[in-house]
């Protein structure tokens, strides 16, 4: 009997040892899940994340793409306009532009007109010296001839709509009236 209560007491030591094992290893085994689960967390955030991410740039990309519709519907209704004066530009003869710059005060008209010109160019200014030093420059009738509509910013295009297209003055027929070369 003492036989199987040392067995018995040797048994229940190591049952206590085995048992502290299995708490340690069963906590350690939690805190793992837990980590786990955090980090899976955590994924699932950032997975979330990235596809609201991806939602936000599909829409900026959609209204992009919209806008340059926009732009390129503006720009095809700009460009006949373009082709037109390109085609009056061949007209002009060298003493039209001579005459011109003579001016000390064009018609409005005319201003008008080269404002819109210079501003297509890229060099808008409204200073009637300025755009003077502008047509008597050699290349400025090749320059216009060359012009590629596309390369016209929507600043440009919105300096031509609000200042030019709704300014009664700037139709060919009133500049035409002013001066050939206009």
């Given amino acids: 009997i003492e036989e199987t209560r040392d067995t018995v007491a040797e048994l229940q030591v190591t049952l206590a040892e085995k048992k502290q094992q299995l708490e340690a290893k069963s906590k350690a085994a939690k805190e793992k899940l837990e980590l786990m689960l955090s980090k899976k967390q955590a994924a699932n955030d950032k997975k979330e994340e990235s596809l609201k991410i991806d939602q936000e740039l599909k829409s900026k990309q959609e209204q992009a793409d919209a806008r340059k519709l926009e732009v390129e519907a503006e720009l095809a209704a700009v460009a006949p306009a373009v082709e037109e004066a390109k085609?009056?530009?061949?007209?002009?003869?060298?003493?039209?532009?001579?005459?011109?710059?003579?001016?000390?005060?064009?018609?409005p008209a005319v201003q008008c007109a080269l404002e819109g010109v210079v501003t297509l160019l890229g060099k808008h200014t409204t200073d009637w010296r300025k755009i003077r030093s502008i047509i008597a420059q050699d290349h400025f009738t090749s320059d216009v001839m060359t012009f590629d509509s596309n390369s016209i910013t929507g600043k440009i295009m919105s300096q031509m709509e609000n200042t030019y297209m709704k300014n009664e003055l700037f139709t060919f027929e009133k500049a035409n009236r002013g001066s050939k070369a206009a």
Avoid: M, N, Q, Y
């Fill in 87 to 107: 085609a009056a530009v061949k007209g002009i003869k060298k003493s039209d532009l001579r005459e011109i710059r003579t001016l000390a005060k064009p018609p």
